[in-house]
């Protein structure tokens, strides 16, 4: 089994930034595409970026483009997600997202198929 936990969340005012952490343990031979996905409260989940294994691939949704960055680190086991010039529209609980892959360069489009993710942490971005 794996297990994600995401750490770095908070409040925050608008045009503000925040890292978020994902710490990866367990069984975690091969290969992962890592991710981020969240959910703002009466709202439905939503994928936010994704890198693949290699770190050469990503998918960023339009609204965040521009502003957030995904990186990881696999010999720490970590994935980050550097989020810039926050909205209020940002304000959700963020979940990590792994998704086991043979292909080093595979990003995942969204959220199928997704095989482990974490508890969340919040963000609140404050106008």
């Known amino acids: 089994q794996v297990q994600l936990v995401e750490s770095g969340g908070g409040l925050v005012q608008v045009g503000g930034s925040l890292r978020l952490s994902c710490a990866v343990s367990?069984?975690?031979?091969?290969?992962?595409?890592m991710g981020w996905f969240r959910q703002a409260p009466g709202k439905e989940r939503e994928y936010v970026v994704g890198?693949?294994?290699?770190?050469?691939?990503?998918y960023f949704v339009d609204s965040v483009k521009g502003r957030f960055t995904i990186s990881k680190d696999n010999a720490k086991n970590k994935a980050y997600l550097q989020m810039n010039n926050l909205k209020p529209e940002d304000t959700a609980v963020y979940y990590c997202?792994?998704?086991?892959?043979?292909?080093?360069?595979?990003?995942?489009?969204?959220?199928?198929?997704?095989?482990?993710w974490g508890k969340g942490t919040p963000v609140t971005v404050s106008s």
């Open positions: 997202a792994a998704w086991r892959t043979i292909t080093a360069g595979y990003v995942p489009g969204n959220l199928n198929g997704m095989d482990y």
């Open positions: 367990g069984r975690t031979y091969g290969r992962y595409a």
């Open positions: 890198v693949s294994w290699s770190g050469g691939s990503t």
